[in-house]
Protein backbone atom coordinates (compact mmCIF):
# COMPACT_ATOMS: atom_id res chain seq x y z
CA UNK A 1 0.00 0.00 0.00
CA UNK A 2 1.53 3.57 -0.88
CA UNK A 3 2.81 5.79 1.93
CA UNK A 4 0.39 8.96 1.92
CA UNK A 5 2.32 12.75 1.91
CA UNK A 6 1.83 14.10 5.59
CA UNK A 7 -0.35 17.57 4.73
CA UNK A 8 2.87 19.64 5.61
CA UNK A 9 5.02 17.84 2.94
CA UNK A 10 2.48 18.38 0.48
CA UNK A 11 2.21 21.64 1.48
CA UNK A 12 6.23 22.73 1.31
CA UNK A 13 6.03 21.17 -2.30
CA UNK A 14 3.25 22.76 -3.24
CA UNK A 15 5.26 26.22 -1.93
CA UNK A 16 8.53 24.65 -3.44
CA UNK A 17 7.17 24.08 -6.72
CA UNK A 18 6.06 27.68 -6.64
CA UNK A 19 9.70 28.88 -6.50
CA UNK A 20 9.17 29.00 -2.79
CA UNK A 21 13.35 28.13 -1.70
CA UNK A 22 12.73 28.38 1.78
CA UNK A 23 9.78 25.73 1.52
CA UNK A 24 12.86 23.42 -0.52
CA UNK A 25 15.03 23.69 1.68
CA UNK A 26 12.48 22.69 4.60
CA UNK A 27 11.89 19.23 2.48
CA UNK A 28 16.05 19.45 2.12
CA UNK A 29 16.33 19.79 5.71
CA UNK A 30 13.52 16.66 6.58
CA UNK A 31 15.37 13.73 4.27
CA UNK A 32 18.85 14.92 3.64
CA UNK A 33 19.92 12.73 7.06
CA UNK A 34 18.66 9.90 5.08
CA UNK A 35 19.65 10.54 1.85
CA UNK A 36 23.83 11.40 3.05
CA UNK A 37 23.38 8.01 5.17
CA UNK A 38 22.19 6.26 2.07
CA UNK A 39 25.06 7.87 -0.34
CA UNK A 40 27.83 7.49 1.80
CA UNK A 41 27.20 3.52 1.95
CA UNK A 42 26.54 3.75 -1.93
CA UNK A 43 29.82 5.38 -2.23
CA UNK A 44 32.05 4.33 1.05
CA UNK A 45 33.70 8.22 0.70
CA UNK A 46 32.02 11.29 2.70
CA UNK A 47 33.62 13.65 -0.11
CA UNK A 48 31.87 11.78 -2.65
CA UNK A 49 28.23 11.60 -0.75
CA UNK A 50 28.16 14.89 0.04
CA UNK A 51 28.65 16.17 -3.71
CA UNK A 52 26.39 13.56 -4.64
CA UNK A 53 24.10 14.11 -2.18
CA UNK A 54 24.46 17.81 -3.01
CA UNK A 55 23.88 17.28 -6.44
CA UNK A 56 21.06 15.01 -6.17
CA UNK A 57 19.38 17.92 -4.61
CA UNK A 58 20.05 20.44 -7.28
CA UNK A 59 18.59 18.01 -9.80
CA UNK A 60 15.34 17.36 -7.42
CA UNK A 61 15.03 21.48 -7.29
CA UNK A 62 15.13 21.40 -11.63
CA UNK A 63 13.29 18.66 -11.75
CA UNK A 64 10.43 19.54 -8.92
CA UNK A 65 7.60 20.73 -11.72
CA UNK A 66 7.62 16.85 -12.87
CA UNK A 67 6.97 15.25 -9.16
CA UNK A 68 3.48 13.90 -8.56
CA UNK A 69 3.46 13.51 -5.02
CA UNK A 70 2.77 9.93 -4.90
CA UNK A 71 4.89 8.55 -2.45
CA UNK A 72 6.85 10.42 0.11
CA UNK A 73 9.16 13.32 -1.49
CA UNK A 74 12.35 11.36 0.08
CA UNK A 75 11.23 8.62 -2.05
CA UNK A 76 11.89 10.39 -5.09
CA UNK A 77 14.95 12.07 -4.03
CA UNK A 78 16.11 8.40 -3.10
CA UNK A 79 16.47 7.73 -6.57
CA UNK A 80 17.48 10.80 -8.00
CA UNK A 81 20.53 10.06 -5.04
CA UNK A 82 21.04 6.74 -6.18
CA UNK A 83 21.63 7.67 -9.71
CA UNK A 84 23.22 10.08 -9.07
CA UNK A 85 25.73 8.81 -6.54
CA UNK A 86 26.40 5.70 -8.68
CA UNK A 87 27.18 8.16 -12.02
CA UNK A 88 29.37 9.49 -9.61
CA UNK A 89 31.45 6.40 -8.81
CA UNK A 90 31.78 5.55 -12.47
CA UNK A 91 33.37 8.78 -13.17
CA UNK A 92 34.93 8.99 -10.06
CA UNK A 93 35.75 5.26 -8.96
CA UNK A 94 36.78 4.48 -4.98
CA UNK A 95 39.69 4.02 -3.92
CA UNK A 96 39.99 3.91 -0.48
CA UNK A 97 37.05 3.96 2.31
CA UNK A 98 37.50 7.31 5.06
CA UNK A 99 37.81 7.12 8.23
CA UNK A 100 35.02 9.07 8.94
CA UNK A 101 33.56 5.70 11.50
CA UNK A 102 36.58 7.12 13.57
CA UNK A 103 35.30 10.72 14.01
CA UNK A 104 31.65 9.24 15.01
CA UNK A 105 33.42 6.84 17.38
CA UNK A 106 34.98 10.06 19.29
CA UNK A 107 32.01 11.72 18.82
CA UNK A 108 30.27 9.34 20.11
CA UNK A 109 32.47 9.56 23.30
CA UNK A 110 33.43 5.91 23.05
CA UNK A 111 35.20 5.05 26.43
CA UNK A 112 37.37 2.15 24.92
CA UNK A 113 39.65 2.87 22.14
CA UNK A 114 40.32 -0.46 21.08
CA UNK A 115 36.45 -1.26 20.96
CA UNK A 116 36.40 1.85 18.56
CA UNK A 117 39.39 0.34 16.86
CA UNK A 118 37.82 -2.61 15.93
CA UNK A 119 34.50 -1.49 15.08
CA UNK A 120 36.27 0.98 12.78
CA UNK A 121 38.37 -2.00 11.27
CA UNK A 122 34.50 -3.92 10.77
CA UNK A 123 32.97 -0.81 9.46
CA UNK A 124 35.53 -0.55 6.35
CA UNK A 125 35.80 -4.09 5.52
CA UNK A 126 31.66 -3.98 5.33
CA UNK A 127 32.13 -0.78 3.47
CA UNK A 128 34.70 -2.11 1.43
CA UNK A 129 32.54 -5.19 0.73
CA UNK A 130 29.44 -3.28 -0.29
CA UNK A 131 31.69 -1.73 -2.41
CA UNK A 132 32.43 -4.61 -4.39
CA UNK A 133 28.50 -5.06 -5.09
CA UNK A 134 27.51 -4.76 -8.95
CA UNK A 135 25.53 -1.47 -8.95
CA UNK A 136 21.98 -2.99 -8.78
CA UNK A 137 22.55 -5.34 -6.22
CA UNK A 138 24.46 -2.49 -4.03
CA UNK A 139 21.49 0.17 -4.42
CA UNK A 140 18.88 -2.90 -3.33
CA UNK A 141 20.89 -3.57 0.18
CA UNK A 142 21.78 0.29 0.50
CA UNK A 143 18.08 1.15 0.54
CA UNK A 144 17.12 -2.12 2.80
CA UNK A 145 19.81 -1.82 5.33
CA UNK A 146 20.67 1.77 5.73
CA UNK A 147 17.82 3.08 4.59
CA UNK A 148 15.22 1.21 6.32
CA UNK A 149 13.01 1.09 3.61
CA UNK A 150 10.19 -2.11 2.35
CA UNK A 151 10.17 -3.88 -0.89
CA UNK A 152 7.48 -1.54 -2.05
CA UNK A 153 9.60 0.76 -0.88
CA UNK A 154 12.45 0.20 -3.22
CA UNK A 155 10.79 -1.10 -6.19
CA UNK A 156 9.01 2.14 -6.42
CA UNK A 157 12.43 3.97 -5.77
CA UNK A 158 14.55 2.22 -8.46
CA UNK A 159 11.51 1.16 -10.83
CA UNK A 160 11.59 -2.57 -10.87
CA UNK A 161 9.25 -5.24 -9.33
CA UNK A 162 9.23 -6.22 -6.20
CA UNK A 163 10.41 -9.69 -6.93
CA UNK A 164 13.52 -8.42 -8.27
CA UNK A 165 14.15 -6.40 -5.77
CA UNK A 166 13.92 -9.75 -3.21
CA UNK A 167 16.29 -11.45 -5.52
CA UNK A 168 18.75 -8.60 -6.11
CA UNK A 169 18.49 -8.32 -1.91
CA UNK A 170 19.13 -12.33 -1.68
CA UNK A 171 22.16 -11.72 -3.94
CA UNK A 172 23.60 -8.87 -2.60
CA UNK A 173 23.47 -10.65 1.25
CA UNK A 174 24.96 -14.07 0.22
CA UNK A 175 27.91 -12.19 -2.10
CA UNK A 176 28.18 -9.89 1.01
CA UNK A 177 28.49 -12.84 3.62
CA UNK A 178 31.29 -14.34 1.30
CA UNK A 179 33.37 -11.45 0.78
CA UNK A 180 33.51 -11.12 4.86
CA UNK A 181 33.80 -14.77 5.33
CA UNK A 182 36.93 -14.57 2.38
CA UNK A 183 38.41 -11.07 4.49
CA UNK A 184 37.84 -12.86 7.58
CA UNK A 185 40.15 -15.92 6.78
CA UNK A 186 42.84 -13.65 5.34
CA UNK A 187 42.93 -11.72 8.20
CA UNK A 188 42.88 -15.21 10.76
CA UNK A 189 45.41 -16.21 8.18
CA UNK A 190 47.79 -12.73 8.67
CA UNK A 191 47.86 -13.16 12.30
CA UNK A 192 48.38 -16.84 12.77
Known amino acids: MP ?8 SLIIQAKTGDRAAYGELVARCYPDVIRVVYRLCGDSQLAQD ?9 WVRLPEFRPRAPFRHWVYRIAVNTALDTLREKPQE ?10 MAAGSPDPE ?6 EQAGQVQRAVNTLPEAARAVLVLREYGGLSYDEIASILEIPVGTV ?7 RTRLRETLRQTHREVEREYA
Not at 115 to 120: D, L, P, Q, T, V
Not at 166 to 172: T, V
Open 166 to 172: MSRLNYA
Open 115 to 120: AAYIEK
Open 3 to 10: ETLPEVEE
Open 96 to 105: SIDDDTTVWH
Open 52 to 60: AAQEAFLRA
